[in-house]
C-alpha cells in the first residue's frame, strides 16, 4: 500500500492539479467513484494509474469489476495520499490519472453533427463542466471549447462533467472564425445566446430550432461581444418571467440545448 503522501509519486500525481502539469505530461486527474466508474466504462484505454482506498473499493465493489475487466490495476492508497493527490476536500476514495484525449474541429464536424456546443471565452470551470454534462444528456454531438476558454482538463471542469467527458467528442483550443466556417460549411446555423437577442419562444415557434445548430455562448460576465455576435446567424435570448436579474451561464445553455433538442426530435 502506498501510504506516505510526501512521495515523489504522490506529489507527481497533485502537480496535475496545475494547467503547467497537465501540458507538460499531457495527463489529467480524474477524482471520485462517479468520475471512474465513466472512465472504465466508456475509456479504460485513457486510464494510466488507478489509486483507492481500500474502503473506498468495498463500498463500491462495481469499480474493482470495470477495472479487471479493463485490465487495469488498482494500487490501494492511504486516505491521507488520496488527500493528498486529489483537488477537492472530499476526494471520496478514488483518483485516476488519465491520458488527455481532445478531438479535432475537423472530425467534429466531417461527422455530419446536428447539434454542438461552442463555448467562447467561457471562464468558469463549473459552468463549463455543466455545459458538457448538459450538451450529452441532450444528445449533442459535440462541445468545442476556443482558445479563449477554461482548460477542459481543469480538475473542476473534469468533476462538473460528472463524466460526461468520457461520453461525446470535446475539441479545444479552437479559432472561433474556424469554428463558424466549418459550421456553416456543414450545414449547420449558428445561435448566438444573447441577453438582447430575440426571444427563444418565438424561434421555438418559427421552426428556428429544429435545424442543425450550433449554439455559441460566452463569457459569464460580459457575454459575446460584438464581433463574436456578427459570427453568428441569429442571436437568441432565454427569457425571464420572474424577477430574477439574470440567469447563470450553464441553466441558460442547458435551457438552449433542450430546446433544440427537442425540436429537432420532434
Same mark, same amino acid.
Given at each position: 500500500?502506498?501510504?506516505? *503522501? ?29 468520475? #471512474? ?6 475509456? *479504460?484505454?485513457?486510464?494510466? &494509474? ?11 465493489? &462495481? ?23 486529489? $483537488? ?13 484525449? @481532445?478531438?479535432? #474541429? ?6 455530419? *453533427? ?10 468558469? *470551470?463549473?459552468? /463549463? ?11 449533442? $454531438? ?6 479563449? !476558454?477554461?482548460?477542459?482538463?481543469? @480538475? ?7 463524466? !460526461?467527458?468520457?461520453?461525446? @467528442? ?7 472564425? $474556424? ?5 456553416? !460549411? ?15 419562444? &418565438? ?41 430574477? &436579474? ?6 441558460? /445553455?442547458? #435551457? ?9 426530435? !420532434?
Amino acid at each position: 500500500m502506498l501510504d506516505n *503522501p510526501r512521495s515523489p509519486r504522490v506529489r507527481a500525481v497533485a502537480k496535475l492539479e496545475k494547467r503547467a502539469a497537465r501540458l507538460e505530461t499531457g495527463m489529467f486527474l480524474l477524482e471520485g467513484p462517479q468520475a #471512474v466508474s465513466e472512465a472504465l466504462t466508456f475509456r *479504460p484505454n485513457l486510464v494510466v &494509474e488507478l489509486y483507492a482506498t481500500p474502503t473506498a473499493l468495498e463500498r463500491y465493489v &462495481e469499480i474493482a469489476q470495470l477495472a479487471t475487466d479493463a485490465g487495469v490495476d488498482i494500487e490501494f492508497v492511504s486516505e491521507q495520499v488520496i488527500d493528498a493527490m486529489a $483537488d477537492t476536500v472530499t476526494p471520496q476514495g478514488f483518483v485516476a490519472v488519465c491520458h488527455q484525449f @481532445p478531438t479535432s #474541429v475537423k472530425d467534429i464536424f466531417n461527422n455530419e *453533427p446536428k447539434l454542438i456546443a461552442i463555448l467562447e471565452e467561457v471562464r468558469d *470551470p463549473g459552468n /463549463a463542466g455543466t455545459i458538457i454534462r448538459a450538451a450529452d444528456a441532450a444528445g449533442a $454531438d459535440a462541445v468545442i471549447f476556443t482558445g479563449r !476558454s477554461v482548460d477542459l482538463y481543469n @480538475p473542476k471542469v473534469v468533476r462538473s462533467s460528472t463524466g !460526461s467527458i468520457f461520453h461525446l @467528442p470535446v475539441a479545444v483550443g479552437a479559432n472561433l472564425i $474556424d469554428v463558424r466556417e466549418r459550421a456553416r !460549411s456543414a450545414g449547420l446555423q449558428i445561435l448566438a445566446a444573447d441577453v438582447k437577442g430575440g426571444d427563444l419562444l &418565438e424561434a421555438r415557434n418559427s421552426g428556428l430550432l429544429a435545424k442543425p445548430t450550433a449554439w455559441l455562448f460566452g463569457n459569464e460576465a460580459r457575454g459575446l461581444t460584438d464581433d463574436d455576435l456578427l459570427l453568428a446567424d441569429q442571436s437568441v435570448s432565454v427569457p425571464l418571467y420572474g424577477h430574477a &436579474e439574470s440567469m447563470n451561464l450553464a441553466t441558460a /445553455a442547458s #435551457v438552449c440545448l433542450y430546446e433544440s433538442a427537442f425540436a429537432q426530435r !420532434s
